[in-house]
């Protein structure tokens, strides 16, 4: 897992040592959590069809790796595909679609919470 150095403020982790889990948007391999307390959040997210959403505390960015696709964002549509950044302010609902998938780094700030994920 993560390697951390006490009293050298720094940690290192790579993505292959972290399990994906599945989440509302696919595949979520969730390198940087609350946990770790630095104030974000940072996932590899693979998505195809996400289930539109909102968080009512955190911001995100979204950083397009991989694919094309389409985002949602309050009911307008934009096209996303590698070097995309989207941010997403609190409250603004959002989802993205992909036929072939996308593959996306999702930096939240405040970090990640699930109880901070709201559906309609």
Do not use: Q, W
């Not at 399990?19 to 104030?39: F, H, N, Q």
């Not at 999702?106 to 309609?120: G, H, I, L, N």
């Amino acid at each position: 897992m993560p390697t951390a150095v006490a009293g050298r403020g720094y940690s290192v982790r790579r993505a292959t040592d972290v399990p994906p889990v599945p989440c509302p948007c696919g595949e979520s391999t969730r390198i940087v959590t609350a946990a770790d307390g630095v104030g974000c959040s940072f996932h590899v997210t693979e998505i195809r069809d996400s289930v539109r959403h909102y968080h009512r505390k955190s911001a995100e960015v979204y950083y397009i790796l991989a694919g094309t696709g389409k985002m949602e964002l309050d009911g307008e549509t934009v096209v996303v595909e590698p070097g995309t950044v989207v941010t997403i302010e609190p409250g603004t609902r959002h989802r993205l679609v992909s036929p072939d998938g996308v593959r996306t780094a999702v930096v939240a700030v405040p970090p990640f919470d699930p109880e901070d994920e709201y559906f309609d």
